[in-house]
């Protein structure tokens, strides 16, 4: 028995940011003060609050400490493991009351307004230790399914929750295993899909770091309501702290007989394998992921037929993303009345969104259905950093589009996101400020997909190539009104005839800025202008004579020496040879250089 | 692992291990002077005997911890419970064999170990 247990974040975040330096001091400083055998550390997974990351909470105070460096861990040891005194100064701020006491987690900003389905055991159990996750009730759903449910009132609990797909679709999960089970008996796959390859999106990463029983648990679940017996799992092999946590978990499930054969005396056989993906974006669209299980290269198929039907080796398999599956189980056991009442009325339950770009608390949150894009950035996400505006927020990564300001108060779910141009996608967030040029972010995800495609069907390979290559005209200051034009076109031909998700999403970019963001467009082709300061073709330098004093500093740090002038009298910028770099606005102390 | 009876009681055990790690305050609270002089006096041991016996009677809501010098430094090891609705209850002179007692009569029954309490004293 332990008085205290310390959870430290052992997810991707945390790590990068040292959390491992500081779980091996807090171990070794513990030894030494004799307090090894009454305080228990335990590396957890992601607590959503990676801006500030490493975190540590102590238990039964419910102290959240943040940003805590090696340095810091003598104090703690010998002030609040020793003695019993909270080391405030390292709290976060925000979980400390006015008269000094300890404020619950639950009621900070960042939390207040999450509810946390899919992530529940993220940041609160050993991932490394499956009796932590059963002390969470963890297989209880899975021993409910086998022993009081048939296969096919498993479908329908499902169908009544209306749980839909969260890895981008929205398909309803039920009505994918109720295909799959309808196919003659025979063998049969569940597959995970964690190829999570959006930029900025790490969801399906932190339930495998921070939960990876709970796929196993759901995966299993799937398995005996479509008749299969074999699972795999497939997850991106940059991401080794998962792919390490979920096979200690697979061992560990073995070993107490809760994979295997002859499940909880059941007659009910299942297993899972990992395959790891080479880290090719299109291996996230389910044909092409199949085809790269079986050994081939990760290339699309037409559908259908669809997996349910002829997936994986030719043969009925569902695909569902880690996301989904960790919202199988807490239903199964709270009940589809619990599950129905959170979300709106076609998007059932919640959604993790991992948050990124000019946002105060970059991390990974979850939110019922329904909640808006505002208070989703300015409560929960803490708004923009440095006194910047919002100006749009990019969901569904490459596949989805941008949602401008005007439409922050637009509750997000599957069909409202749908509307307005956009997509839920798997979940990535990214907050843009008025730095942002909406021309060149639609630039940086078209390159993504032009690099990302994998070549088989010609929309796709070419026609993104000739759309990154006229979105580079507008940046260049070179295109016309016509280019335009023929943009849009050609956005509409590829959506109508790629092969896969990836070419049929691949414009959306494209299409919502220029739907929400034409006069940046506008600005760039007929006023040669970049109305953000981003695009370096339409930028220039120029100093203003009034508030320039004439320090030199501009001249001697610009590299290129395009700056001249005498002491004590305002310089001068030759636009001919500067190579708009910036450094000399950087460096004035005066504010006197400004870009144009 | 053969049947949901064995998950069940696996679970049960774990659960009482892991009643801690909760977001709301746990209702009984044993607090150990834990300063110089309580470290002196034997303290240490008493609050390894309140966790063990936590532990064995596996009661999920009570927490131990510890704080730092109550300013009775002669009446160490002191140790303060503080339950919902009571009066906080001052233990001197604690030893760990007193531990089980101060569980059983007071965490669990409710009953006063007046014996032991501050006001005992002569």
């Known amino acids: ?596 | 692992m053969k049947s949901l009876a064995e998950l069940q009681a696996l679970r049960d055990k774990m659960q009482a291990q892991m009643g801690i790690r909760r977001e709301e305050e746990l209702s009984t609270r044993i607090v150990v002077g834990m300063a110089t002089c309580g470290i002196a006096a034997g303290a240490r041991p008493v609050l390894a005997a309140f966790t063990d016996e936590i532990s064995k009677r596996r009661l999920t809501d009570v927490a131990v911890v510890q704080t730092g010098c109550v300013g009775i430094c002669q009446y160490e090891p002191v140790v303060e419970v503080y339950r919902p609705g009571e009066e906080k209850v001052t233990y001197v002179k604690m030893t760990a064999d007193k531990v089980a007692r101060v569980v059983a009569d007071h965490i669990v029954n409710g009953n006063v170990v007046t014996e032991f309490t501050i006001g005992a004293l002569k």
């Open chain 1, 1 to 596: 028995m332990y008085r205290s247990h310390v959870l430290i974040c052992g997810g991707t975040g945390c790590t990068s940011s040292g959390s491992e330096r500081i779980i091996n001091t807090l171990e070794k400083e513990l030894k030494e003060a004799g307090l090894a055998e009454e305080i228990k550390v335990i590396r957890t997974g992601c607590f959503g609050l990676c801006a500030l990351g490493p975190i540590m909470v102590v238990y039964p105070e419910g102290a959240f400490y943040s940003m805590v460096t090696p340095e810091d861990i003598p104090e703690i040891v010998s002030e609040h493991f020793v003695k019993g005194r909270i080391v405030t100064r390292l709290l976060y701020q925000e979980t400390v009351a006015e008269d000094g006491a300890i404020t619950s987690l639950d009621d900070t900003n960042f939390y207040k307004k999450q509810l946390r389905i899919a992530l529940h055991n993220c940041g609160v159990i050993n991932p490394e230790n499956i009796n932590e996750y059963i002390a969470y009730d963890g297989y209880q759903a899975l021993g409910k399914v086998l022993t009081e449910m048939k296969p096919a009132d498993v479908i329908k609990v499902l169908l009544d929750a209306g749980l839909r797909g969260r890895g981008g679709g929205g398909f309803p999960t039920g009505k994918k295993w109720e295909f799959a089970a309808a196919q003659p008996a025979g063998q049969k796959y569940v597959v995970c899909n964690a190829d999570e390859g959006d930029p900025g999106a790490f969801m399906d990463r932190s339930i495998l770091e921070g939960d990876p029983h709970v796929v196993i648990e759901a995966m299993a679940i799937a398995g005996y309501a479509i008749g299969a017996d074999t699972g795999v799992v497939y997850v991106r092999a940059e991401y080794p702290i998962a792919v390490k946590r979920l096979q200690i978990a697979i061992d560990q499930a073995r070993e107490a007989g809760l994979l295997g054969k002859d499940i909880f005396g059941t007659g009910f056989n299942f297993d899972i394998h990992i395959r790891l993906g080479a880290g090719a974006f299109v291996c996230g669209e389910e044909t092409a992921l199949l085809t790269s299980i079986e050994g081939h290269r990760g290339e699309p198929r037409p559908r259908p037929p669809y997996p349910a039907v002829a997936g994986l080796f030719g043969k009925p398999t569902i695909i569902n993303n880690v996301e989904t599956f960790a919202n199988i189980p807490p239903i199964i056991r709270k009940g589809v009345e619990w599950y129905r009442q959170i979300g709106t009325e076609r998007s059932k339950g919640t959604k993790v969104f991992a948050l990124g770009g000019k946002i105060s608390n970059t991390g990974l949150v979850e939110v019922p259905m329904g909640t808006t894009l505002r208070e989703i950035v300015e409560e929960i996400g803490g708004g923009i950093p440095g006194g910047g505006t919002f100006k749009a927020a990019q969901t569904g990564g490459p596949s989805g589009g941008c949602i401008p300001a005007s439409l922050m108060d637009t509750p997000i779910d599957y069909d409202s996101l749908m509307a307005i141009g956009s997509m839920m996608g798997s979940g990535g967030l990214i907050v843009m400020d008025q730095t942002t040029c909406m021309v060149d972010i639609a630039k940086f995800f078209l390159e993504f997909t032009v690099d990302e495609s994998c070549g088989k069907c010609v929309p796709c390979r070419i026609g993104t190539k000739r759309l990154y290559e006229m979105l580079d005209k507008v940046t260049q200051g070179k295109a016309t009104m016509e280019d335009l034009d023929k943009m849009e076109a050609l956005c509409y031909h590829i959506k109508e005839s790629a092969l896969c998700g990836l070419g049929q999403t691949a414009p959306n970019p494209v299409l919502s800025t220029l739907r929400y963001f034409r006069d940046e467009y506008v600005a760039h082709i007929e006023e040669k202008r970049c109305p953000a300061g981003v695009c370096k073709a339409l930028l220039s330098y120029h100093i203003l004579e009034d508030k320039c004093i004439g320090c030199t500093i501009c001249a001697r740090n610009c590299p290129v020496g395009c700056i001249s002038g005498t002491v004590k009298q305002p310089h001068k910028i030759d636009n001919t040879a500067c190579i708009k770099c910036g450094a000399c606005e950087e460096k004035c102390r005066f504010g006197a250089i400004v870009k144009r």
